[in-house]
Every structure is written in structure tokens, then in C-alpha cells.
């Protein structure tokens, strides 16, 4: 975990406004601390997202607030499927063949 | 990941500037394409070299190139993508089940978030998560304890420690978080804790360990000594003759719940020693030697 100072010297145009704006539309998430926020290491690789969205890509504010959810519903989705995939490897081989019977059924 | 071009120059990692200056001046002058008119793939190669000399020959370009900050071609390193972490992250703050809605009963009920009730979708949602982090003593850790932290919103947030809790533990507050919109949940607190190491008190499990140091003649004749506990100070009895490293058990004075005290004997001399005990111990000696070094070969 790192703190904001430490988190503003890796990005070199970040500053502290910018950071507090980006946390206020709620677009990085750092945890509190009685000393200011503490950063893991997801939450800085998060603010780097979004300074290549904002600083390098100049993409707008409203383009980010609606790409950030975007991204994260992909993540979930993915992290579900994973499960549901793992869940499927382990069912015997006769229950595995129907489940595939009934995709190769249902695909396009 | 840092090596490909001391290995196109063919030096090692530790080469001083003049290898790297003659190193790189042998390859450009058998590979410059000048000096090889026939060969197609001299010029690919000595780019490579020339790429190679241009960051190493370079103090402060082959210092960055070593640390990693900037990549063979010079450019930033850009340290791992947001996908490596988000994966993993799914009970973090940027978990989302945001498109499970419409795909029927079984994901809603297989995966955590559900909705509820039927309300519009984009219009209803569960509130963000808000993580906290707090220090907490070694002794609030044991015997539990009440914080209080700001919330965003500026209201206050109790937050109860339970005893016993462990360093890194992390507490969930449901319902605790952002509030949600339109009539959605209100998400959860996550308190991260972090237990501060103590002077003399240590922990191993239920119980609390302690290095508990007493007189020579308290070791030698025994007695009651004070001794420091998480529930207070307590006097223990100390068996005559009791030696350094000896464990005696303090029952239920360790982490509430049934957890004991395990205090070591550390037998300390004076820390001036008088001409009284010097004269009795050289008298003593001479007619009372034992060896405590017994199976050392010495």
C-alpha cells in the first residue's frame, strides 16, 4: 500500500486536484486511512488507466464515466464465466457431454 | 526482462562504459552495412547494435534501461495493465454483477449482488463500497476496542474490534458503504486493521507470550515477582532454582476467551556487580563448578 504523495510521483502530470476529482466521480476507489488514502497496487494500476484515458487518449470526463463501468462489467462477467467454466470441468463426463450437446444446439 | 541488449552487444550486465564503447564499436564496423554491400541482413543487425550502443552508452539512459523504467526502444515501461489486477479483484471496490439482469434465474441466484425486486435497471443501483484502513494497538487487538472514522458524506462510523482480532484481518460492515440510488442497498464497509507490534507482549494464537526478566537470586531462591499481562498486573509465583529459559503458564491471562500467558525466564545479573558477591562467587566457585556447556565438545 502507498500513500497519495508516493502514488503522485509515478505519474509525472498527476496532481493532487486531479487525483481528488477522479476519486470523487468515483473512478478509483483507494481505501481511508487516518492519514489520507492508502493505494494498493490494484488502485494505482487503476489511476494508471485513467491517465492514458485522460492525459495520453484525451479522452472527455463523460466518455471515462461510461467506459469505467463498462470495463469493470467485463471483468465481472469474466470472473463469472471462469466460475461457471471450472464448475463445468468438474461434472462427470456424461453431464459435460450434454451441456456441449445443448451449446452446439443453441449456437448460431 | 532487462538484458536483451547487453546480449545484442554481447557484454555482460556489469560491463564498465569502455567495453560497452569497443564492444559496440567491433559489431558496427564487421556488421555496418557499407562494409557488407552484399547482405541484406547486415542492416537489420547493425540497427540493432546502434539501438543497443544508444541506450547503454548512455549514463543515465542505461541506468533507467537497467531499473527497468524505460524498454529497449527507449520508450516508458508501463507497468502492468489494469487487467492483470482486475481479474482477481472481485470482492474489491470495482466488483461488478452489472450484467447478470437479463440472463435468467439460474446466474441470479448462483451469483452474489442479486437485485431487488424487478425495479428498472439503470435506474436502481446497489451503493459503492468503502474501504477503511485503521492502526490499532496490540492491546486493543487483544481485549477489543471502539473506533470511530469520518464517513465521505462527513458523518461518523462506529466501528466495533472485536478481541482477539488478528493483524490484517479485514472487517465487513454491511450496509455500512455509500448509500444506494433509487432505492438500492446500500453497499459495504470494508476495515482493513493493522495490529502494532508491542514492547514486551507478543502473540502466538489464544495466547500471549512474554520474555519476563528476573533477579538471580529471584531465579536462585524463588519468590513472587510482578508480571505485566494484557488483563492487568498480575504477582507469579517463581519456583526456586527456575533457569533462564524456563516457561511458566499464567492460565487464562492471555487472549480472552481461554488463551493463557506463556512467560520465559531471562535471569539478568546486576547491572553493577559488588565487591560483596565478586569475593562469595570466587570462594563459591572453587568448591562448586559446574559446566553448563555439557555436550558442546568444549
Redesign the interface.
Known sequence: ?IGENELLG?FVELRHETLEIWISR?WV??????NGF?YR??D???V??IYEFTVELDLAEETIDVVL?L??????????L?RLATAIDTQPAAVRQKIVQTLEKTAR | MADELYEVLGIGKDASPAVVRNAYRALAKKYHPDLNPGDKAAEETFKKIQAANDILSDCEKRRQYDAGEIDGDGRETRRQFYREYAGNDQSGPYASSAGFDDLGDIFSNLFRNQRQGQGNVNVKMQGGDIRYHLDISFLDAVMGAKRRVAMPDGKSLDITIPGGHRDGQILRLRGKGMPGIGGGLAGDAYVEIAVQQHPYFRRQDGNILIKLPVALHEAVLGGKVPVPTVHGQVTMMIPAGTNSGDILRLKNKGVPGGGDQLVTVDIVLPKKIDGDLKTFLEKWSQTHAYDPRVGMGV
Open positions: 500500500m509515478k468515483g476507489a483507494p481505501a481511508r486511512s487516518r492508502r497496487e490494484i494505482v494500476a487503476r494508471g488507466l463501468p470495463i469493470d462489467q467485463i471483468h465481472g462477467l469474466r470472473n463469472q471462469h
